[in-house]
């Protein structure tokens, strides 16, 4: 008889730094949020939008998204929304324990009104997700069609800043139909795995597009290089203590 393995099951993890919040990935993350405020102009009436996306899969754009959506929300008087415009293979709902069956292609599709497709992130007052909703036939076709500027218009009413969690570039061309809608775009990028000629590829993608780069986000990072801000944390919560006793 013919023995087949059996698959393994994913042990991918959805964790945000609300769940393990190690001190030098918050601090990069605020960081990153405060360079990418100030690298976009306020627009009165409207709110801020950016797009995080990446050259191939797996790359930590989702986690990147997640995270930095998190760290503006923990502004005062921000109201953030995170949407989930992988409508391919959808995770954001997944870091926050939300479902995904109402959503982005529900919207675009005229399916359901945009307050049946946006949920509140639960322990986490300025943070709401639109994740990807049913996955569709045709997620190109959808992201480039006319609603899509029905959705932002929209959406500028109700929220200060807007992230959009795109497919990754080199793979797909979805992420470039919403180019248009958004103040500029994050690459997220992985060390020792990303080579430059995908990641020049994906830039150069996205500037046919006309998209605004704002920078890259070097994920995954061999901690060697952090050692110098790992001594500054635990220097810093040492002080913490000290003040505290």
Not at 60 to 84: M, P, W, Y
Not at 125 to 146: F, R, T
């Amino acid at each position: 008889m013919f023995k087949f393995k059996k698959k393994k099951k994913s042990t991918r993890t959805f964790n945000t730094i609300l769940k393990n919040p190690v001190f030098r990935v918050v601090e990069a993350y605020k960081t990153l949020r405060t360079n990418i405020l100030f690298s976009v102009p306020a627009v009165e009436g409207r709110s801020k939008r950016f797009m995080f996306t990446s050259a191939n899969p797996s790359e930590g754009k989702s986690t990147t998204s997640a995270n930095i959506a998190i760290t503006f929300a923990q502004q005062t008087d921000v109201k953030v929304l995170l949407i989930d415009a992988d409508l391919r293979k959808a995770t954001l709902h997944k870091y926050f324990g939300l479902s995904a069956k109402k959503g982005l292609s529900n919207f675009l599709a005229g399916q359901d009104a945009l307050e049946n497709c946006i949920q509140k992130v639960p322990d986490i007052d300025n943070l709401y997700i639109m994740a990807s909703g049913v996955l569709p036939p045709n997620p190109a076709e959808l992201l480039a069609g006319k609603q899509m500027e029905v959705l932002f218009s929209e959406l500028d009413k109700i929220f200060d800043v807007v992230i959009v969690d795109t497919p990754p570039v080199n793979v797909v061309a979805d992420a470039l139909s919403i180019v248009p809608f958004v103040d500029g775009v994050t690459m997220v990028a992985t060390d020792n795995k990303t080579t430059y000629t995908e990641l020049q590829d994906a830039v150069k993608a996205l500037k046919v597009a006309d998209a605004r780069i704002l920078g890259v986000v070097l994920n995954r990072a061999r901690t060697s290089n952090y050692r110098s801000r790992q001594k500054y944390s635990n220097y810093y919560r040492s002080n913490e203590e000290t003040s505290n006793s």
